[in-house]
């Protein structure tokens, strides 16, 4: 399966040009007070330490561990991007959905998107703006387009930009 880096740093919002330079967190705990089960939430793509613009800070893209403990309880768990990208990576992802790890599905969809759907990293930012402006009408639910659509999106992005 095809690798479509750069993808965006959930964290600081620049590019991860690579499968090296990127990681996947998220927190383990109840994601309510009175919900007993635990849960995982807040599922991220950033950079890893040794590529991250704010390498020289103390959490560099990471979640802060010892604030979200502090705050809240929650324990960080992470994994390289290489374990979710190519066909073992979304098994692994699907995985999580079907043991319902994460409270909200949704995240694991986005970065499924994210990581195994060509233009969709790209296009994802534009979408809102890009049906707002008439570039397409969506036959679909809400960021589940087709390579057409999303290929629309990145054109109408380009000329955005070119007449900036």
Known sequence: MEVNPPWTCDECGK????VDDGWVEWLNGRSEPDNIQRSAHHLRLVHHRHASPNADRKNACYHDENQWFATK????????LSSFVGSDGL??????????????ESEVLELIKRLHVPNYEAARHYFEAAIANGVFEPRS??????QEEMR?????????QEQA
């Open 141 to 146: 639910a809400p960021s589940y387009y087709d």
């Open 152 to 160: 629309a999106v990145l054109n109408w992005a380009q000329e955005q």
């Open 15 to 18: 590019p991860i040009l690579s």
């Open 73 to 80: 309880r929650y324990t960080v768990a992470d994994l390289p």
């Open 91 to 104: 098994i692994t992802l699907l995985s999580f959905l079907y043991d319902k790890r994460f409270s909200e």
